[in-house]
């Protein structure tokens, strides 16, 4: 299983256009533990305290595991992201999560714990200006 929190959530385009949505099968909403930060065209988890809105996903295939470590630049020196298991909110099950793994220092917290209502906020933000 395996959750996810940002931009990679089912109703963005980059899912299914990075080729993502043919190896994930939708299981369905799913409440994740930690902090969400605004790091600018995507958000990252910090692991701990919160709730983080999400979906969760069975996986059809070892091999878009591998992509999406790629993707979310797991293997670079030092990592973006590091991928961990988390036990879940809702449903109680564990998950396959990528936590971001650099400093959150200055970065707005997303405070509803949804980046999809986040980035739909600052986009009317962005049209009244």
């Known amino acids: 299983m395996l959750a996810l929190y940002g931009s990679l959530l089912r109703s963005l385009p980059q899912q299914r256009r990075l080729g993502f949505a043919k190896g994930l099968k939708l299981v369905g909403p799913c409440t994740i533990p930690g902090a969400l930060y605004d790091l600018g ?13 999400g979906e969760l996903y069975r996986l059809r295939d070892a091999m878009t595991l591998a992509r999406l470590d790629r ?6 020196d030092p990592a973006l992201f590091r991928r961990i298991r988390i036990r879940l909110i ?3 099950t564990e998950a396959w ?7 959150v220092l200055g970065r707005p917290r997303v405070r509803s ?5 986040h980035a739909r906020g600052l986009l009317l933000q962005a049209r009244q200006v």
């Open 41 to 53: 065209r995507y958000p990252g988890l910090v692991a701990g305290e919160g709730r983080v809105r």
């Open 71 to 76: 993707f979310e630049g797991v293997a670079l």
């Open 90 to 92: 809702q449903p109680a």
């Open 97 to 103: 999560v990528y936590c971001y793994a650099r400093p």
């Open 113 to 117: 714990g949804c980046w999809l209502e």
